[in-house]
């Protein structure tokens, strides 16, 4: 009786042990509370990280941050609003008082960053995904490409040398490497992206070759390649796909988004979610009793007098809102909003003051390749080629050609010409530094601006902090 | 499998008994006393012949003359009885003192204290129950080196316990709780009074017999059990008062107003007037003499096949915010089944816990030091008092005549009235049990199987009158206004009513869960010779974080108590559900432990475990393996020291061991969309279609186990007959990747903060822990005995740009720690104090931060560039003591008992966050008062009444306490009745003096999320304060 209730015991203890197993399946739980990556209907596409890439123009930094450290910062713009709102640091920038640790600095450092990593991301993505269709992944890689050199390029003429993502994070490759990226970038982009024409109708507002050729010209620009700048704008100018905007301000209206002179914009559809640039408008439009926004970065009194010497009164009324004035659509601004002068090259017409906004932020048009054109043209010593691009973009503002062969007379002239056709589009400051105007223009205009130092922004101080090998610009 | 066909060899291998007719020996085995001992084990040496005394400690043997009885039981000496001509024989056991032949528990299985290699530490009963209160981890402060143990005085608040340092900053930072040989979450659901011995592994060549989640230490709890005897039975009771033990003395009227007004002519504002109409302490209000009750009754005993062990506990605890009150009963059932031959043991625990809490706000504590003593808890009419000041008179009021303005203090509302509204009820039931099956396959081999489980329920209930918090606000406000703003915001068309008007709300809490665990194990123990080997082998399972919330809110259920449920909440308003089922953690783990001694004076032992977890599912890296060894030479046993008068015991024991720590926070998503207006979408086409986009925030990192790795060495001795008995240890223990939380550099392609194992940490220490105790004469017996630890924990190695993750923020957008090589865990991080400044044109004249002015502290400008930014900052040590140390005194006269614990640490730093971040016309203490900055030249170390809100280190002050625990004297009553065997009244004075050179309430601060280094850790903000407790108790044993 005993042994079989042992033998019981036995089986009993043997079962239990068998119960064990060794089995990996008892590991493997399944999720409740997270939807596994499996179950997702989610699949993602290389398209879905270029058009983050895209998506991240439309942040918010570009609406504040933008404005502070491109134009109110320069002699075209204010700060604006009411003098107690300071925009957390507009303030500082319009007085040139900015420091390292001024946030719209640091803001668009890191916004930059941000995006070049999207657009990295995208270029990998596309080409280890197993796209068939080899234009297709080439256009898509292009697309990114263009996008980080856009990236880099607003860092690098900000901040001169800048770390180059894809190499070293803790410290600053030298400017001249990270043109070199840039340029790379850019024929890359040049070899694989169609022209405007060449996309098919629901891939309006993509880069195109175009775009990169625009831009590219823009960089030798800068780096003062005047025979590089000369060609690549003259590629875009006989590419057959662009043409000026007969009238100036209709630059800015939304049947002309994406249109004839249009070579690259961000696009805004103005209804939630898909923004434009968030609240690009509300934060410029006028405040105060009958306004419909914060008000700031407005036009100087500086910029007031350009326009009224030149006698540019086109271009002066389609960049300004007045206090009081009824604007293009019958839309009137009370004379008792806050500041006598808006940037009207913001404003939208449908959305007011909406955050969601409509607008189509103009980032490159053939009028500024023209001009680069004509700047490239003139360092060149051929007068007559600048006299004509030059000439073109007076003519649609009803301002009488230029005739001097000065090259002198001719670069000044050139360069008060962008001065006025592109005001408030975010290059002032940078044409100011580039061209070696900056120090007596701000001074002149009553800021501080020390020679030696202003011409970069600082390294923003949380990246030291984080980074502290980095080295900070002169200065600062 | 080749772990299955072992187990079948060993389950079908059944190994023979012999049995030999020899003569029949009868005896009795007694004590000292002449009480009997049951369930002695008496073995005729040489042979497989035994027997275990019975119920009346009687046995029968057979034995032939010549033939020697090895007699064992358990906490007596053993005896070596020649058998001679009698077949009768009377066996006097006699008490064995020495800690040494203490059982320790040491995981699957128990080793006697001398022959550990590992550092092990146990506290027993009487030690635990000493110290009155809700879990026995409390009791333990102070009495263990190496165990730095950070107490809360609230009301069912559980300890921090950090065993040798602390080795992660963000994944589980608890021991590993064994009860009984079930892992369980925590012990608060087991009375103190029910537990035999705590057990705490405190090295890694212990501990890794419990691989995975035994980085922070294994604290192993036996529960008692019942003893082969007559029934006994025990009833404890205690009550005892407590209050606050460290008061901090605020500001009165007068200096609140003197105060005031400096600090308005500094900036500009109105004045307050002298005359005012009331002088409030706020803390005098808010906090009441709370108390302590606890009542145990026990009965246990044994028979020839059952012993048993029932308990009923019940624990009330009011605190002293009012009404604050924790309430715990609990059941305790363990019973033993002695089977075929005692050859099957069955052992059941049950452990049934039931809690009932209703919670206060503990941020009263902050509000009421941030309260002017001008505000009244009430007005004249009955309405809550608010700090409305009318600022034409300069009367803290909120009557105005005509022209006047009324304005408020600060923003704070009453915290009088926060305590009197807030209606919170916690209810949990924990089940805990299981059932431990061994049987004797022989002599050498058992097998033992035991299930485990603990099943949790929780609720809450928070019912909130929001239309009386809201008439709280502001006397002036009437259920009229309440009735028409509320008309005004309804949505007219939906008739929907915002929540914030509603007149109450009322929310649910429900939580389930369960988990389970199995092991199986064989053991074999056999002395061959000299040889003593002993293996364990075996395996477990364990499934946790069964189970689900439910949540749910609504409002404007009925007035009365008894409708507050969501059945009757309101349709009108926006209510809420939420339900989650958690996914489940699985376990599984391979361990053998095999130990082996030499004639008791070498010994090694090794052991491995081979755990799985379920949590490493994306890496699909289950596994992971734990070694570890030990080695111990007892010298005393050696020839040469054999007979030494002086040495006792001496040994010295080393390891080294591995292990893991799966509680790890885990990344979430990497790859980011947003169906919203963010940046990750766009539109293109002539329409602007609508393409949704998709980007890496944060980069892919499949995280794993933190690896702990440690050696120590370890010395234990006893002398001069055993009276003085200590223990030296070092240990070097290294975390080898913590994982940190990672923001991304500005300039990186992340977005998101992630984590990622990016440090290791290490911790290296000396314990030291020394007793003597004597018997004067036979009335006087005295016991001294202290322990120190001593432990220096480092961050090290820390992958480039991975530092500077933050924490320790006050909620004021200041923030006190940073990580950084080189510096400990939780390291704060702030502004240098260099002075006060003294007037405007210092301020202009030196690096000063914005807003500087005449009566601010003065920071240091560390790096000399003239900028006053985070760059100066410094780094100032760690909350975590380098040392604590325990000392205790025991004396005994007659039936007089008298102890007394103290307990102590150093080398810390504390931060008073209440007094740095006052703001506005917040009060201030006495001292703050006293010392402030009043012009020029006054003072150059404390800041004026317009000061700043910066961190900096004038708000660190030393963490150094040293606090009698324990003090107490008990009184056995004589025999008096042959009913009673023990009849004792004791008086406890627990926590009665602190010493500490701290400014606030308490200087022992756990924070924010059970102690997270880079929360409030050390930072006093809303921590209840240390509680001194005056008990009257009795303990009676029939």
């Known amino acids: ?476 | 499998m080749k772990v299955k066909l072992f187990w079948l060899v060993c389950c079908l291998a059944i190994f023979p008994v012999g049995v030999y007719a020899q003569n029949t020996i009868t005896g009795q085995v007694t004590d000292a006393d002449n009480q009997p001992l049951p369930g002695t084990n008496i073995l005729v040496e040489g042979t497989n012949r035994y027997a275990v005394s019975d119920f009346d400690g009687n046995f029968t043997i057979e034995a032939s003359p010549g033939e020697v009885l090895q007699v064992t039981y358990v906490g007596f000496k053993d005896r070596l009885i020649t058998v001679g001509d009698d077949t009768s024989i009377t066996i006097v056991l006699q008490e064995d003192t020495s800690e040494l032949d203490e059982v320790v528990v040491v995981g699957y299985g128990t080793q006697k204290k001398a022959d550990l290699t590992g550092s092990i530490s146990s506290i027993e009963a009487e030690d635990i129950v000493k110290q009155p209160a809700l879990t026995a981890t409390q009791a333990i402060q102070g009495k263990v080196p190496g165990i730095n143990i950070i107490n809360s005085d609230q009301p069912g608040a559980t300890p921090t316990v950090i065993i040798r340092g602390l080795g992660t900053a963000l994944s589980g930072r608890d021991p590993l709780y064994i009860v009984d040989g079930m892992p369980v979450d925590n012990i608060k659901s087991i009375s103190p009074s029910d537990i035999l011995k705590v057990d705490v592994l405190k090295d890694a060549s212990s501990a890794s017999i419990y691989g995975l989640r035994a980085a922070n230490g294994v604290i192993i709890v036996t529960t008692k059990q019942g003893k082969k005897g007559k029934a006994k039975f025990s009833f404890d009771s205690f009550y005892g008062a407590k209050s606050i033990l460290n008061p901090v003395e605020m500001a009165n009227a007068n200096q609140y107003i003197d105060y005031f007004n400096e600090g308005a002519a500094a900036i500009g504002g109105y004045s307050l007037q002298e005359d005012q109409l009331h002088n409030t302490d706020w803390y005098n209000e808010l906090a009441q003499v709370g108390s302590i009750n606890n009542n145990t009754f026990a009965v246990s005993g044994g028979g020839e096949h059952v012993d048993y062990y029932f308990s009923y506990n019940h624990y009330e605890e009011e605190g002293v915010l009012k009404d604050h009150k924790y309430r715990r009963g609990t059941i305790k059932n363990n019973n033993t089944y002695r089977l075929f031959d005692d050859k099957l043991k069955l052992t059941q625990n049950l452990n049934i816990s039931f809690t009932n809490e209703n919670p206060k706000p503990l941020g009263a504590f902050n509000n009421a030091y941030r309260q002017s003593p001008l505000v009244p808890v009430r007005y004249e009419n009955g309405r809550w008092g608010q700090s409305f000041v009318n600022q034409t008179t300069g009367i803290v009021t909120y009557e105005a005549g005509p022209g006047e303005s009324i304005g408020r203090l600060y923003s704070h509302g009453n915290p009088m009235a926060d305590v009197f509204f807030q209606n919170e009820k916690i209810h949990t039931t924990t089940l805990q049990g299981g059932f431990t099956g061994e049987f004797s396959i022989s002599e050498d081999l058992k097998a033992t199987s035991r299930f485990g489980a603990t099943k949790y329920y929780f609720d809450k209930r928070v019912f909130n009158p929001m239309r009386e918090r809201w008439i709280a606000g502001d006397p002036t406000r009437t259920y009229e206004e309440f009735d028409e703003s509320r008309k005004n915001a309804t949505n007219e068309e939906t008739g929907i009513i915002p929540t914030s008007w509603a007149y109450n709300s009322l929310s649910l809490e429900d939580i389930e869960t369960f988990r389970w665990n199995w092991d199986g194990f064989l053991t074999f123990d056999r002395l061959f010779g000299k040889h003593h080997v002993n293996l364990v082998l075996g395996g477990s399972k364990e499934k946790t974080n069964v189970g689900r919330r439910l949540y749910g809110q609504g409002y404007e259920v009925p007035e009365k108590e008894q409708y507050w449920s969501i059945q009757h909440v309101s349709g009108f308003f926006d209510n809420v559900t939420e339900n989650v089922y958690y996914t489940p953690r699985t376990l599984m783990s391979y361990f053998a432990r095999a130990q082996y001694n030499f004639d008791n004076k070498y010994y090694i032992t090794a052991t491995i475990r081979r755990d799985g977890s379920s949590v490493f599912k994306a890496g699909e890296n289950f596994w992971e393996n734990f070694p570890s060894f030990g080695l111990g030479w007892t010298l005393s046993n050696e020839d040469f020291l054999k007979d030494s008068k002086h040495i006792n015991f001496l040994k010295i024991r080393g390891g080294w061991g591995r292990l893991g720590n799966q509680n790890v926070p885990l990344n979430i998503d990497q790859i980011q969309t947003s169906t919203g207006s963010a940046n990750q979408n766009y539109v293109l086409g002539p329409n602007q279609e609508l393409m949704f986009g998709a980007s890496v925030a944060s980069p892919v990192k499949d995280l794993t186990w933190e690896i702990v790795e440690e050696w120590g060495v370890g010395l234990d001795l006893e002398l001069l007959d055993s009276r003085l008995s200590g223990s030296v240890d070092y240990y070097d223990k290294t975390t080898k990747n913590m994982i940190l939380l990672v923001q991304p550099l500005l300039n990186s392609q992340f977005a998101e903060n992630f984590y990622d194992h990016g440090a290791e940490v290490s911790n290296k220490g000396m314990e030291f822990a020394l007793e003597w105790r004597d018997n004067i004469s036979e009335d006087w017996s005295y016991s001294i005995g202290g322990n120190f630890s001593y432990n220096k924990n480092m961050v090290e190695n820390v992958k480039p740009a991975y530092d500077g993750m933050t924490g320790g923020s006050l909620n004021n957008g200041r923030i006190t720690k940073r990580l950084e090589e080189g510096q400990p865990l939780g390291a704060w991080w702030m502004y240098e104090v260099e002075g006060v400044w003294q007037t405007q044109d210092e301020v202009d004249n030196n690096a000063s931060i914005e807003g500087a002015a005449p009566g601010h502290l003065r920071y240091k400008d560390q790096n000399e560039d003239g900028v006053i930014d985070d760059r100066d900052k410094k780094f100032f040590g760690s909350y975590i003591p380098k040392y604590n140390y325990g000392i205790r005194l025991g004396l005994n006269y007659k039936n007089i008992d008298f102890s007394v614990d103290g307990f102590g640490v150093g080398g810390n730093k504390v931060y008073n966050g209440l007094k740095n971040t006052r703001t506005d016309n917040e009060n201030i203490t006495a001292d703050t008062y006293n010392t402030r900055w009043t012009g020029e030249g006054s003072t150059n170390i404390h800041p004026g009444a317009d000061r700043d809100i910066e961190a900096s280190d004038y708000y660190l002050e030393s963490g150094a306490f040293f606090r009698i625990n324990n003090i107490t004297v008990g009184y056995t009553l004589p025999d008096f009745s042959k009913y009673v065997s023990k009849l004792r009244f004791y008086f406890t004075a627990q926590n009665p003096f602190m010493f500490t050179d701290y400014s606030g309430f308490t200087p022992e601060i756990i924070g924010g999320d059970g102690g997270n280094p880079y929360r409030t850790a050390g930072v006093e903000l809303s921590a209840y304060p240390n509680t001194k407790t005056f008990i009257f108790g009795i303990n009676l044993e029939l």
Not at chain 1, 403 to 409: I, K, M, P, V, W
């Open chain 1, 1 to 476: 009786m005993e042994q079989l209730t042992l033998k019981k015991i036995y089986i009993f203890l043997f079962s239990t042990f068998l119960f064990y197993g060794c089995s990996e399946d008892f590991l493997d739980v399944d999720s409740r509370e997270k939807i596994e990556a499996g179950d997702s209907e989610e699949v993602f596409e290389p398209d879905d990280f270029v058009t983050s890439t895209y998506g991240m123009l439309t942040d918010w930094d570009y609406a504040f941050s933008w404005l502070g450290v491109t134009e109110i910062i320069s002699d075209n713009a204010d700060k604006g609003s009411t003098p107690t709102s300071t925009g957390t640091d507009k303030h500082f920038l319009d007085g040139l008082t900015h420091t390292s640790t001024t946030p719209s600095i640091a803001a668009m450092w890191e916004r930059w960053y941000k995006s070049i990593g999207r657009a990295s991301y995208a270029i990998e993505y596309a080409e280890e995904y197993g796209l068939t269709d080899e234009d297709y992944k080439n256009r898509l890689i292009g697309e990114a490409k263009f996008l980080r050199a856009l990236n880099y390029f607003w860092l690098v003429r900000m901040f001169g040398d800048v770390s180059l993502q894809h190499t070293d994070l803790l410290t600053r490759a030298p400017e001249e490497e990270v043109y070199d990226f840039i340029e790379q970038d850019l024929l890359d982009a040049i070899a694989t992206l169609p022209n405007k024409s060449e996309y098919a109708s629901g891939d309006l507002g993509r880069a195109t070759k175009g775009a990169a050729q625009a831009l590219l010209a823009k960089v030798y620009l800068y780096k003062k390649q005047w025979e590089d700048a000369l060609n690549y704008a003259g590629m875009v100018m006989t590419s057959g796909e662009y043409s000026l905007e007969p009238n100036y301000e209709d630059i800015w209206r939304v049947y002309s988004e994406n249109g004839v002179e249009s070579i690259f914009e961000v696009q805004a559809r103005g209804e939630q979610i898909a923004h434009g640039v968030n609240q690009y408008s509300q934060t410029q439009a006028p405040r105060g009793t009958g306004g419909w926004g914060w008000g700031f970065n407005v036009p100087s009194e500086d910029l007031l007098n350009a326009f009224n010497e030149e006698g540019d009164t086109i271009r002066r009324d389609a960049t300004i809102i007045f206090r009081g004035e009824t604007l293009w659509d019958g839309r009137e601004v009370s004379g008792s909003v806050e500041n006598p002068m808006y940037n009207e090259k913001a404003y939208s017409s449908a959305n007011l003051g909406d955050a969601d906004g409509d607008k189509n932020v103009r980032i490159l048009r053939l009028a500024e390749v023209l001009l680069i054109h004509a700047e490239a043209a003139n360092e060149l010593g051929d007068s007559n080629t600048a006299l004509t691009s030059l000439n073109q973009v007076r003519a649609r503002v009803k301002l009488p050609e230029v005739t001097t062969t000065d090259q002198g007379q001719l670069r000044e002239l050139i360069w008060k010409e962008r001065r006025l056709e592109l005001a408030f589009e975010h290059d002032r400051w940078f044409d100011l530094i580039r061209t070696g105007q900056a120090g007596e223009v701000m001074r002149a205009h009553g800021k501080p601006f020390e020679d030696g130092k202003h011409e970069l922004f600082p390294v923003p101080n949380d990246q030291i902090n984080q980074t502290p090998e980095m080295t900070q610009n002169p200065g600062w």
